[in-house]
């Protein structure tokens, strides 16, 4: 009984340790669950912020708007012959 | 201790007992409830694919837009609520209380909100009502291309142009995902759980460029609207690839709001419509004669004074002092009587195989929705002189697509060339799936009648009925056409109801861009494609060329810039006249140019071999080539300029 002894203290601490070892893993790997889920949702805002802000910047550089403006400050398209080719 | 140990082992038997309880014998029905209450799937409506120009530029998307639900048996205080919310959205108390009282379980009270009103809204707290954001598809460029893409109906489904014919490339997989949550409903994603994403629809590049199509759109408008139409289409192509570079339709509409809007306004005319399309056709039937052998280009056909009975019809010309007019002069000045006598030379099989071979008669397949055949005949209902009546386009119809693409042929060397608009597709990953490559369908003349034709058309434009597509810079090839509108109920030709076609390319050796303007009905200024046409045409060749960067050869410039004061229209202002006048004898020079606008400073150095930096607007202070500089070889030159 006194030789199974110590064979079976080192046993039960190692299956603690191991029990301890994946109750850990498993609530790191649940933690790490919830910040992805956290980062993911930033991610999604983040792509609706972009995709917000391309539609936006289409719509302003819609030509129908930019000709309207142009139209506003006195542009004109210019006449034929008037452009010039130069090389750069 | 024997007894400690006997009861740690009775109590890890009964532990044993109970595992093998919960795992074999009761665990197929726990598992199942844990997954209930742990495991959900949720449904992702799929983000509907964008379309999107040549140079990806967004035509139409998606966006969450809030609208306000209700789970009517769950709203207390029916009343109270009803007026708050009214008061909110602006919706009459009477409609929404009519909702709350539906003894329903869903109900919208509105589909589309403000932002700002949601907000409101979800501050109310009112149980059962809820705000729920929805896809709506938008188009940012409001009527731009409206006909080409169509729109979108509340559920998702494209309903008309490129977002119903390509619908399910563009609608995406409804697609559940997987996932775990915790006691208060938040998500856990741990592996092998929602990790997949949502297949979103496949993003559709079209041929269209946006700054042409707008310049195309614009001309055709104010064109038709001055022209007084009932309908007008133009389409723009590239010759060389049969890519559609531009099509609008006259009256537009917001597809943004396209319920606003009658069923009329909706159609592409440019490829649903067919028409008599009246002397357009003439450069087809004289190519297919010149390469039959029937005629050649300066074969004389007496045009008998613009009246011609044959066979119990009377063909006529506009003008009646059409003698003897060579087939060049045929086509140049759009004589029916002498276009009828080549159609004559035709034996009727052969007439109607050109047709065919043209493409009049069959769907173009350009990728469009609703593109129409046309109308041939078939070879048995020709009348005797059927070959005469089509040859100046009468008794035949086509599209505006099929005349395009007939044209392009012209233009490119005498290439069919499949017309095309869907330049690629891409899913949502990134992978190209289809690609459109320009495809050569058939050569359908040779380069000489190619030539031949080419120069006809030409003198259309230079003296004959094409005068106002004429272009300063770039020489305009084209033909007018002025066909009836037949009477659907008598089949007899209206007398003043016409189409106005001008079909035209440029520039004429070398084509970059070929159109087609159609105009239905047009009422006030003239009825003729010369006339409100045409225009159309050379303005929107003006400012398509300046967008693409074509600029007149060499050749053009020198003639520009050295034929003195006026010519072409270019008017120098007096200090440019002088110093063009000092370096007439020392041409070798630099000039000195302080002092002068960007436009005079350009004017003058343009002649010399020079690679120029410009700085700054207004008037030149600096110029790093000293002026008595020899400027012989190629050099760099900066500019700087100040107002």
Same mark, same amino acid.
């Given at each position: 009984m006194s030789k199974i002894k110590p064979y079976f203290i080192v046993l039960i601490i190692m299956f603690t340790i191991l029990g301890m070892f994946y109750v850990w893993t498993t609530m790191e790997s649940i933690k790490l669950g919830y910040d992805i889920n956290k980062l993911n949702t930033i991610k999604s805002g983040l792509e609706h912020k972009h995709k917000e802000l391309l539609i936006k910047k289409t719509a302003l550089s819609s030509p129908s708007r930019i000709y309207k403006i142009a139209k506003k400050m006195g542009f004109i398209y210019p006449k034929e012959g008037k452009i010039i080719m130069v090389h750069d | 201790m024997l007894i400690g140990f006997t009861a740690i082992a009775i109590f890890g038997g009964l532990l044993a007992v109970r595992a093998f309880n919960l795992q074999i014998i009761e665990g197929k029905g726990l598992r199942l409830l844990a997954r209930k209450q742990f495991h959900a799937e949720i449904y992702f409506t799929p983000e509907r694919g964008n379309i999107y120009s040549s140079?990806?530029? @967004?035509?139409a998307t998606s966006v969450n837009v809030p609208g306000i639900a209700v789970d009517p048996l769950m709203v207390r205080h029916k009343f109270k609520n009803a007026e708050k919310l009214s008061g909110l959205t602006g919706i009459s108390f009477q409609k929404i209380i009519g909702i709350l009282n539906q003894g329903i379980q869903f109900a919208w009270i509105k589909r589309r909100i403000l932002g700002r009103i949601a907000k409101n809204v979800e501050k109310?707290? @009112?149980?059962g009502v809820i705000i729920v954001k929805q896809p709506v598809r938008y188009?940012?460029?409001?009527?731009?291309l409206a006909h080409v893409l169509g729109f979108v109906g509340i559920n998702d489904n494209?309903?008309?142009g490129i977002e119903y014919k390509y619908n399910k490339f563009l609608k995406g997989g409804r697609h559940a995902l997987k996932i775990l949550h915790d006691g208060l409903g938040q998500y856990i994603f741990i592996k092998?759980?929602?990790l997949r994403k949502a297949t979103h629809g496949d993003n559709i590049y079209l041929t269209i460029n946006k700054q042409l199509q707008f310049i195309t759109q614009y001309y055709l408008d104010k064109e038709a609207k001055a022209a007084g139409s009932r309908g007008a289409f133009a389409i723009l192509m590239d010759p060389n690839t049969g890519a559609i570079l531009a099509m609008a339709d006259y009256p537009g509409f917001n597809p943004n709001y396209?319920?606003?809007?009658?069923a009329r306004y909706w159609?592409?005319? !440019?490829?649903t419509d067919d028409f008599e399309p009246g002397s357009t056709m003439k450069p087809f039937v004289v190519s297919a004669a010149l390469m039959e052998g029937l005629? #050649?280009?300066?074969t004389i056909i007496n045009c008998h004074h613009g009246l011609y009975p044959i066979d119990g019809i009377t063909v006529s010309d506009? +003008? $009646?002092? *059409?003698?003897? *007019?060579s087939v060049n002069q045929i086509v140049e000045y759009s004589s029916n009587v002498g276009e009828c006598q080549i159609g004559m030379r035709f034996r009727k099989a052969e007439l109607y195989k050109w047709f065919g071979l043209w493409g *009049?008669?069959? #769907?173009? &397949? !350009?990728?469009?929705?609703?593109e129409a055949d046309g109308i041939v005949k078939?070879? $048995? #209902?020709?009348? +005797?002189?059927g070959p005469c009546e089509m040859a100046f386009g009468q008794g035949i119809s086509v599209t505006g697509l099929q005349e395009i693409a007939g044209l392009a042929a012209i233009a490119n060397g005498g290439h069919i060339m499949k017309p095309y608009i869907i330049k690629k597709i891409v899913n949502?990953?990134?992978?190209?799936?289809y690609k459109a490559k320009p495809e050569v369908?058939?050569? @359908?003349?040779t380069p000489r009648v190619d030539k031949e034709i080419k120069h006809m058309m030409r003198l259309v434009v230079k003296g004959g009925t094409?005068?106002?597509? #004429?272009?300063i810079d770039f020489k305009v090839s084209g033909k007018t056409g002025t066909g009836q509108i037949a009477d659907?109920?008598?089949?007899k030709y209206y007398k003043n109801k016409y189409t106005a076609s001008f079909m035209a390319f440029v520039p004429?050796? &070398?084509? +970059?861009l070929a159109m087609i303007v159609v105009q239905e009905k047009?009422?006030?200024?003239?009825?003729y494609g010369g006339a409100v046409s045409a225009p159309v045409v050379r303005s929107v060749f003006k400012n398509a060329l300046n967008i693409l960067n074509i600029y007149p050869g060499e050749r053009a410039y020198k003639k520009q810039s050295m034929?003195?004061? $006026?010519?072409?229209?270019i008017t120098l202002t007096k200090q440019v006249r002088k110093k063009l006048t000092v370096l007439?004898?020392?041409?070798g020079m630099m000039p000195d140019?302080?002092?002068?606008?960007m436009y005079d400073a350009l004017k003058i150095i343009r002649k010399y071999n020079l690679h120029v930096k410009i700085k700054g607007s207004? *008037?030149?202070?600096?110029? $790093?080539i000293k002026p008595g500089s020899n400027m012989s070889g190629e050099r760099n030159i900066v500019l700087k300029f100040k107002s």
């Open positions: - | 140079n990806g530029s @967004i035509l109310l707290g @009112i149980s188009y940012p460029n409001g009527s731009l494209g309903l008309s092998g759980f929602g396209y319920w606003q809007y009658s159609r592409n005319r !440019a490829v005629v #050649k280009p300066d506009v +003008e $009646n002092w *059409f003698g003897h *007019f *009049f008669g069959h #769907k173009p &397949h !350009a990728g469009l929705l609703g078939p070879l $048995n #209902k020709w009348s +005797e002189v949502p990953y990134g992978k190209i799936i369908l058939k050569r @359908i003349i094409g005068q106002y597509s #004429k272009l659907p109920k008598t089949g004429y050796k &070398h084509p +970059e047009p009422l006030k200024i003239s009825y034929s003195g004061n $006026n010519v072409n229209n007439k004898g020392y041409s140019l302080n002092g002068d606008t207004g *008037f030149l202070y600096y110029q $790093n």
